[in-house]
């Protein structure tokens, strides 16, 4: 019994994140947290769906696995908190749980860090990321599986920002861009489109 509640802690460490893992062993659950200057970063490997067409899906996995634990290594020195992946995407966030002395320019560069090792993995492959900052909800949602997530509308700026832009580099809307102004070097790069936001 005392191995199989070993297992069970430890499993809640691989699901949540270390601070809300650490709430639901004292409490029982996670209390609902709204945080107003959090920082959401989406990274998506661009490539990646056409190549895993015509490879089995051994090789797949194995492939995504090794790709997804560098990526968590990357965003763990960074002090990124990875909430999860969704296909061949990644999600994170920054100043959300943990404290981070400057959780934007962290996501910044720990977004510019993936975009590196990504084509390691596979020529063909490169990374988008968006990184957007505001408000979220966080929280936790099922019962069978535990699902730590975040809502609102900067989660969906971030992933808009993600789709748009350029492979090898982080895309910022223009206040954001403000905000690291002098502190990386960036380009200008014009009006998008973004769903639902319009230029």
């Known amino acids: 019994a005392r191995a199989q509640y070993r297992k069970a802690d430890e499993m809640l460490n691989v699901v949540l994140p270390a601070v809300a893992a650490d709430e639901i062993r004292l409490n029982g659950t996670v209390t609902p947290k709204r945080v107003e200057q959090a920082v959401v970063m989406f990274a998506d490997v661009v490539g990646f769906t056409s190549w895993c067409g015509s490879r089995p899906p051994e090789e797949v996995v194995a492939t995504l696995h090794r790709l997804f ?5 990357i965003a763990r020195d960074h002090g990124i908190e990875k ?78 920002l993600t789709s748009v832009g350029t492979p090898g580099r982080v895309c910022v809307a223009a206040p954001v861009h403000e905000l690291l102004a002098g502190r990386v070097d960036s380009v200008d790069g014009g009006l998008r489109y973004l769903k639902g936001k319009g230029d």
């Open 69 to 73: 634990i560098d990526l968590e290594r």
């Open 83 to 160: 909430l999860k992946t969704i296909g061949d995407g990644f999600m994170a966030a920054a100043g959300l749980l943990t404290p981070l002395a400057d959780p934007l320019l962290a996501a910044v560069r720990c977004g510019l860090a993936m975009a590196r090792v990504v084509p390691q993995h596979e020529a063909s492959w490169q990374l988008r990321v968006g990184v957007h900052v505001g408000p979220v909800v966080a929280g936790i949602v099922g019962g069978e599986r535990y699902q730590f997530d975040i809502w609102g509308d900067t989660v969906n700026m971030a992933a808009r």
